[in-house]
């Protein structure tokens, strides 16, 4: 996701849920036919970053979180390997939701 003036995250607020979407017709054109493995993920997030979740979605089922994060910290963002690789399909759609706490700011935050 591209940090500019689209992503606004309102002030005051204890949770502000953010998706960012990679659609079935990228996948289905960017990906091979027999799908790509994801073996890491870059948990990265704006300082007021809470929690990360990447979601797979093929068809109308939703798959188990490819990776959640519930207690994110920024000062440790790196790639995280995962303990078994995850294949993902021409045709699913991954979803990175992040959830902000911006309760402590006065001012909206360009989000990241």
């Given at each position: 996701?591209?940090?500019?003036?689209?992503?606004?995250?309102?002030?005051?607020?204890?949770?502000?849920?953010?998706?960012?979407?990679?659609?079935?017709?990228?996948?289905a054109y960017a990906?091979?036919?027999?799908?790509?493995?994801?073996?890491?993920?870059?948990?990265?997030?704006?300082?007021?970053?809470?929690?990360?979740?990447?979601?797979?979605?093929?068809?109308?089922?939703?798959?188990?979180?490819?990776?959640?994060?519930?207690?994110?910290?920024?000062?440790?963002?790196?790639?995280?390997?995962?303990?078994?690789?995850?294949?993902?399909?021409?045709?699913?759609?991954?979803?990175?939701?992040?959830?902000?706490?911006?309760?402590?700011?006065?001012?909206?935050?360009?989000?990241?």
């Amino acid at each position: 996701m591209d940090p500019n003036w689209r992503h606004i995250i309102p002030p005051g607020q204890s949770q502000v849920i953010s998706e960012g979407h990679c659609i079935e017709d990228c996948t289905a054109y960017a990906f091979p036919m027999d799908g790509v493995h994801i073996f890491a993920v870059m948990m990265r997030t704006h300082l007021i970053g809470k929690e990360i979740k990447l979601r797979q979605i093929r068809q109308t089922e939703e798959l188990p979180p490819i990776v959640h994060d519930s207690n994110i910290d920024v000062a440790y963002q790196d790639f995280r390997r995962l303990t078994a690789p995850v294949r993902a399909l021409p045709g699913d759609r991954l979803i990175a939701e992040c959830i902000y706490d911006s309760s402590s700011r006065k001012a909206i935050t360009l989000g990241k």
